[in-house]
């Protein structure tokens, strides 16, 4: 369980990734011992502090603070992962003020929601590492076991790499696409918890994209080598074996690597008909679309989500609930895109079409569509989706078509269509005359699927240059005043005269953000290594 009035307790703990160190931090603490008592060899001198130590580091990855007001906010993963992304691409619209930088690509080095992904990572990052070798002291000195400290190595490794793939795709160029000096990411991997070693880091420039994409997988494979099939402590909110796994299957998929997409994901996807399920902690497909986010907590399709509770969350500024929903208590200020919606692949009946919730403003002079995922934002409660088994079908899926495989990448791809349009609307071999239009289809199918929950951004991403469906940039986006009736939500209408901001080529500074601009201050290292025209 995530407690912040737990994970708090350690004044190593509120170093800032090492160029932000020793600067304030909460007092929110349990009175285990007097904080300026605890240093880097106590806090790692009983289990139960090691338990709290590993407890900090999810902490850490669910939420830090905003830039400009220090509040708490759910960057990187609570929720601000999934926002941004959907704000950056073109299935749902920004409806308000809240996140127009992100929509509108007006961002610069000082804008907070940029900075703070990149500011809060960081941050998440050192104290994964500061917790490796906290743990790695307390086997040496028997405080704790083999296998409880292989688990708990294991999850800080899985959390390092995550953080790092979501950097990836707001920093850097796509794997394989040239330009801004082939910069991938600073990858750090020693605790920052003294002066000199701030130094030290203050030494560590960017890795080449390649080098990061390496240090990301290596990372990964050290916790799927380390991890329990199911971890004890939660099967969803606790990084497992299967969830490293599943995570390589989407960084090899973003690497155009597709042998490597099919070899991890037999892993946990070992049938070759459907249904499909995995040994390694049990997943499967839930019964019908919404049991993932109705049954947030157990369900046997979420391989992993960032925990919040009613106590500790993204808050008002930042939870999913309050930001999409449009039920009591939400504040709606995400819509869906018509692009999206009045998409021919995704047909009437579709069960997905149920995780919609429609409503009228004040005024009642018009009516939206919203994503209802997240149905309650008075609460906000909900887990933050990271990756579900139905994605790693879909990546699987996508790696064996791009292979020249038709026949299995059409098992997979209706195995997830399936369960929510009829039997007689599953796709056929003879709905496509070539493997091109299937992988049309398949894209749409990403999209349908995974509205709501951050990945169009990565699809964009990772297509530039595609071959055959490039996505060329950042998208156009849909003017949320054109919202004016339900005469726009209709499938099959086009969309294009609801535009008003025109696509921006990658080539263009704005498909990167920006390193943050007190990093470029505190860093001269990073200071020379600013994207490009930034």
């Known amino acids: 369980m995530i407690r912040k009035n737990i994970i708090r307790i350690i004044g190593i703990f509120c170093l800032v990734y090492g160029l932000q160190m020793f600067t304030s931090c909460e007092k929110d603490t349990v009175d285990l011992a007097p904080i300026d008592r605890i240093t880097d060899e106590t806090a790692f001198d009983t289990p139960e502090r090691c338990a709290l130590a590993v407890t900090g580091v999810y902490d850490a990855v669910q939420s830090g603070y905003y830039v400009g007001n220090n509040a708490r906010r759910g960057y990187p993963f609570g929720a601000a992962s999934i926002i941004q992304s959907e704000m950056r691409g073109n299935d749902l619209v920004n409806m308000a003020a809240f996140y127009q930088y992100t929509y509108e690509a007006t961002y610069n080095p000082t804008t907070a929601n940029n900075n703070s992904m990149w500011e809060n990572s960081l941050a998440a990052v050192n104290r994964a590492n500061v917790v490796i070798e906290g743990i790695q002291r307390a086997k040496e000195t028997n405080v704790i076991t083999e296998e409880i400290t292989n688990q708990y190595l294991g999850e800080c490794y899985f959390l390092r790499g995550l953080t790092y793939s979501n950097m990836l795709i707001h920093f850097c160029l796509p794997y394989g696409v040239e330009g801004n000096n082939n910069y991938g990411l600073p990858y750090y991997e020693k605790a920052v918890t003294t002066p000199e070693k701030m130094q030290e880091a203050l030494q560590i420039g960017r890795s080449t994209v390649e080098e990061t994409y390496q240090k990301i997988l290596a990372d990964l494979d050290k916790a799927e080598s380390l991890l329990p099939a199911k971890n004890p402590a939660n099967a969803i909110t606790r990084a497992s074996k299967g969830a490293a796994i599943a995570l390589k299957t989407r960084l090899y998929l973003w690497k155009k690597d597709w042998n490597k997409v099919v070899d991890e994901a037999k892993k946990i996807v070992p049938q070759s008909d459907a249904p499909f399920s995995s040994s390694i902690g049990g997943y499967k497909l839930a019964d019908s679309p919404e049991i993932p986010f109705v049954n947030f907590k157990s369900n046997p399709e979420s391989i992993f989500s960032i925990e919040n509770s009613s106590d500790d969350n993204a808050t ?187 696509a921006i080529p990658y080539t263009d500074r704005r498909f990167l953000w920006p390193i943050s601009q007190n990093d470029i201050i505190r860093n001269p290292t990073l200071a020379k290594q600013q994207n490009r025209d930034w």
């Open 316 to 502: 008002v500024n930042g939870s999913l609930g309050q930001m999409m929903s449009n039920r009591t208590g939400g504040r709606g200020l995400i819509s869906l895109s018509p692009i999206l919606y009045n998409s021919k692949y995704w047909l009437e009946g579709d069960l997905r079409r149920k995780l919609l919730y429609s409503g009228e403003d004040k005024a009642k002079r018009d009516v939206r569509y919203y994503v209802d995922k997240y149905k309650r934002p008075q609460e906000q409660d909900e887990y933050a989706p990271i990756i579900r088994y139905a994605e790693v079908l879909l990546n699987y899926s996508e790696a064996e078509l791009r292979s020249g495989r038709p026949e299995m990448a059409l098992k997979l791809l209706n195995a997830v269509r399936s369960r929510s349009v009829k039997e007689s609307e599953a796709y056929k071999a003879t709905d496509f005359a070539t493997n091109k239009e299937m992988l049309e289809a398949l894209l749409w199918e990403r999209r349908i699927e995974f509205f709501g929950e951050g990945r169009r951004w990565e699809d964009i991403h990772r297509l530039i240059n595609d071959p055959d469906f490039d996505s060329k940039g950042i998208p156009a986006k849909v003017d949320p005043k054109k919202l004016i009736n339900l005469n726009v939500y209709q499938i099959g209408k086009e969309t294009d005269g609801l535009l008003y901001k025109t």
